[in-house]
C-alpha cells in the first residue's frame, strides 16, 4: 500500500512541476490587466453602453506589441533570416552554437530546452528540402538557392533570442543557429544579467 501511495505523491507532484514549467512557458495574463478590463465593460454596461468588442491600438503598438508591456517574448514567433553562415564566421564575434542544453535552474534550463528544441524542430523540413536537392542535382544549394527555396515555399523557423541567428553553410548543407557573443555580452549587461 505504501509503494501505491508514493507512485501516486511522485506522479501528482511531477504533474504539478509539468504544469508549473508550461505555465511559466506559456505566460498568463497580469491579473491587474484583468481587472481593469473587467472595471472598463462594468462602467460601460452600467452607463447603459454595449460592452466594447475589442479596444483599438495605436498604429504603433499593433507593429510592436511587445513594447507596450515590455515583454519581449519570441515563443511563437517566426522568422525567415537566414544569414550565409561562411561570411557571418568571419566576425570573431560570431560562433556556432552547440545545441545543448543550458541553465543552473529549472527556468533557466526550460528556457534554453525551448530554443534549442524550437530551432532544431523548425528547421527540419528545409534540412530534407536540402537533401533532397543534393541527391537530384548532385551539389547542395547555393546560398541564393537555399534563400529561394525558402521565400517560394513560405518557410520560417522559431524566433530565436536577439543575439542568436540561422545560418545556412552551402558546403556542408547545414542549417545552424550561430550565436552573436557581442550582441549576447552588451544585452546581459543592460539588463543585469552575468554571464553565464
Known amino acids: 500500500m505504501k509503494e501505491i501511495v508514493d507512485k501516486m ?29 473587467q472595471n472598463a465593460v462594468q462602467g460601460d454596461q ?8 475589442k479596444q483599438v491600438m495605436p498604429a504603433a503598438e499593433q507593429q510592436n506589441p511587445a513594447k507596450k508591456d515590455g515583454k519581449k517574448s519570441i515563443i511563437g514567433k517566426t522568422t525567415a533570416v537566414v544569414v550565409n553562415a561562411k561570411e ?3 566576425n570573431p564575434d560570431i560562433k556556432v552554437v552547440d545545441g ?8 533557466s534550463q526550460a528556457g534554453s530546452a525551448y530554443v534549442v528544441m524550437a530551432s532544431k524542430v523548425s528547421t527540419l523540413g528545409m534540412q530534407q528540402a536540402i537533401k533532397h536537392h543534393k541527391i537530384l542535382n548532385d551539389k547542395f544549394p547555393s546560398y541564393d538557392e537555399y534563400m529561394k527555396m525558402m521565400k517560394e515555399n513560405r518557410v520560417e523557423f ?6 542568436k ?11 545552424m543557429v550561430l550565436q552573436d557573443n557581442k550582441k549576447k555580452a552588451e544585452l546581459y549587461k543592460e539588463a543585469g544579467i552575468p554571464l553565464d
Open 46 to 53: 452600467e452607463q447603459g453602453g454595449e460592452a466594447p468588442q
Open 88 to 90: 557571418a564566421l568571419k
Open 158 to 163: 522559431a524566433q530565436l533570442p536577439p543575439y
Open 9 to 37: 505523491s511522485y506522479l501528482m507532484s511531477a504533474n504539478v512541476v509539468c504544469l508549473f514549467l508550461a505555465v511559466s512557458l506559456l505566460g498568463c495574463t497580469d491579473p491587474s490587466e484583468i481587472a481593469k478590463e
Open 100 to 107: 545543448k542544453i543550458k541553465g543552473i535552474d529549472p527556468f
Open 165 to 175: 541567428l540561422y545560418g545556412y553553410d552551402a558546403e556542408t548543407g547545414t542549417i
